[in-house]
T-cell receptor, first 112, second 113 residues
């Protein structure tokens, strides 16, 4: 299995632009998580899905952030409009029922 | 409100000695705990876990200890090797692993050759 696949690996965009991060979970995993890594808060959960349905989006910072999971093999995290404080590494992770989640390699987002 | 805390941002240990990484939690509903290891430019990878029904779990050079009364867990690495240099994240969850993972801020471990 190729593992969790995220794209792009790096994204540099100007403030005010729309940014879309993409994730393909491991086949057969029915939970998908979006995390953001910052120095101050470590790995911060933004939102997670179970069987393509959003379960908890309480970590989404504000309305500029949205996430979708149209099918079991694809999810997107969108920021519109982007701001410099959104600069971070964004991780997608997936798992079956049980605690161990498998992470992708992350997308490093820089908003200038 | 940080429910999982790793109060040491960094730690340096001589190769061959013991590395001890600490983690504290505040939520009494947490009953399953995990350690993840992260190298630069890679995603975190699972290292070892422990359920609240145990107080120790060992896997090769890695041992995790859980003190439920103190809401504290620690990861021991013996002996430490240069390849252990990484950022270590502590994570906690409830319902014996079936809830979302809540992570700490991480500890950067550097093994000095």
């Amino acid at each position: 299995d190729a593992g969790v696949i995220q794209s792009p690996r790096h994204e540099v965009t100007e403030m005010g632009q729309e940014v879309t991060l993409r994730c393909k979970p491991i086949s057969g995993h029915d939970y998908l998580f979006w995390y953001r890594q910052t120095m101050m808060r470590g790995l911060e959960l933004l939102i997670y899905f179970n069987n393509n349905v959003p379960i908890d989006d309480s970590g989404m910072p504000e309305d500029r952030f949205s996430a979708k999971m149209p099918n079991a093999s694809f999810s997107t995290l969108k920021i519109q409009p982007s701001e410099p404080r959104d600069s971070a590494v964004y991780f997608c992770a997936s798992r079956r029922r049980g605690p161990e989640a498998f992470f992708g390699q992350g997308t490093r987002l820089t908003v200038v | 409100d940080q429910q999982v805390k790793q109060n040491s941002p960094s730690l340096s240990v001589q190769e061959g000695r013991i590395s001890i990484l600490n983690c504290d939690y505040t939520n009494s509903m947490f009953d399953y705990f995990l350690w993840y290891k992260k190298y630069p430019a890679e995603g975190p990878t699972f290292l070892i876990s422990i359920s609240s029904i145990k107080d120790k779990n060992e896997d090769g050079r890695f041992t995790v200890f859980l003190n439920k009364s103190a809401k504290h867990l620690s990861l021991h690495i013996v002996p430490s090797q240069p390849g252990d240099s990484a950022v270590y994240f502590c994570a906690a969850t409830g319902n014996f692993g079936n809830e979302k993972l809540t992570f700490g801020t991480g500890t950067r471990l550097t093994i000095i050759p």
